[in-house]
């Protein structure tokens, strides 16, 4: 039996308990009812929590389920990019292609699984067993940078951190056409599509708030070369963003133009840089994970065309 336990911040009040571990655990919902379900969810260690019980701010949840031999992670011996380490963080350069955990047809090769060997087995203790350590996610096809927890007084700060945005993550990313403007916000709230759940796409009605700023950094006759902040963290966010205001990001699999053909596996998107203070000390801290050959190949190509 695993047993863990979560802080609620502002940026999860209000949800149901059931979503809230969904997305903590990686199990199904029905899976996080049935363990609910058994008294296996509790709020501030005392009172048996039903699936419907809506977050407050303050709350504390512990939760408990049996781990399947199928879901442990299995330590691989995959070279990590390292650009910083010490006893309770580390900060990696995730390479494109690298899925950040497994997940069915992604089981081996990840960065979960990187993470084990390289930190050992004490932080499978570290958060969710099924992804030890990992606080925040790229997509398998974003490259750059991301930070992970070696100590659950780590991975509390850092999960709080990313949460409520306090983290400040900057990407550079190619994109069809020029920008209308130098630089601005895009402000469309985002929820799963329901024609393909696989995709996420802009929702007015029912999506949860979504703000991305952007930055010109050069003009190209068919293209524009930008550096974009998150102000929240949806999934594939930037992505969506830029295909809905017609600038698709560079050949982007799902939400790109068919016609693409630059040298890049996946969307020329890469999270550049991080800012955070260190979980511990406090201490403010600046990562930056040089843009890599693939991404600058692509900026010659949009250049000379």
């Given amino acids: 039996m695993i047993t863990r336990t ?17 997305e903590q655990t ?3 919902r029905s ?10 969810a ?12 809506r977050l407050e701010a303050g709350d504390t949840i512990v939760f408990s389920w049996e781990v399947k031999e199928e879901q442990t992670v299995q330590a691989e011996n995959i ?12 900060v990696i350069n995730k390479r494109r292609g690298m899925v950040c955990h497994p997940a069915p047809g992604n089981e081996h090769g990840t960065l979960a699984s990187a993470l084990l060997y390289h930190c050992g087995e004490s932080i499978r203790q570290v958060g969710d067993p099924k992804r030890p350590g990992i ?20 991975y509390e700060s850092l999960r ?12 550079v990313t190619l994109v069809h056409g020029q920008m209308e403007g130098d630089h601005g916000e895009i402000r469309f709230p985002l929820g799963r599509s329901t024609k393909d759940r696989m995709k996420w796409d802009v929702q007015p009605e029912t999506g949860k708030p979504a703000v991305t700023h952007f930055r010109v950094i050069e003009y190209m006759k068919h293209y524009s070369y930008l550096e974009c902040r998150l102000e929240t963290g949806r999934t594939h966010q930037i992505r969506v963003h830029m295909a809905h205001i017609r600038h698709p990001v560079v050949n982007d699999p799902l939400y790109g133009w068919k016609k693409d053909n630059f040298p890049i596996q996946g969307q020329a998107l890469h999270s550049r840089t991080l800012d ?30």
């Avoid at 899976?31 to 296996?40: L, R, S, T």
């Avoid at 925040?136 to 930070?147: I, N, P, W």
């Avoid at 955070?276 to 065309?305: N, S, Y």
Wanted: aromatic share 8%.
């Fill in 79 to 90: 070279p990590l990019d390292i650009l910083y380490e010490d006893e309770d963080m580390i």
């Fill in 42 to 53: 509790y709020r501030q260690g005392e009172k048996k929590l039903k699936a419907n019980y």
């Fill in 6 to 22: 979560y802080s609620i911040d502002k940026s999860d009040e209000g949800k149901r308990v059931d979503q809230f571990l969904t």
């Fill in 135 to 154: 606080v925040h996610r790229l997509d398998k096809d974003t490259s750059g940078v991301m930070v992970a927890a070696k100590s659950m007084r780590a």
């Fill in 26 to 28: 990686g199990f199904t």
């Fill in 276 to 305: 955070l203070v260190h979980p511990v000390t406090g201490k403010p801290m600046h990562f930056e994970a040089p843009i890599p050959q693939d991404f600058l190949a692509c900026l010659k190509q949009a250049r000379e065309e």
């Fill in 31 to 40: 899976e996080v009812q049935k363990w609910i379900k058994a008294g296996n």
């Fill in 160 to 171: 709080k951190q990313i949460g409520e945005h306090t983290a400040v993550r900057q990407y």
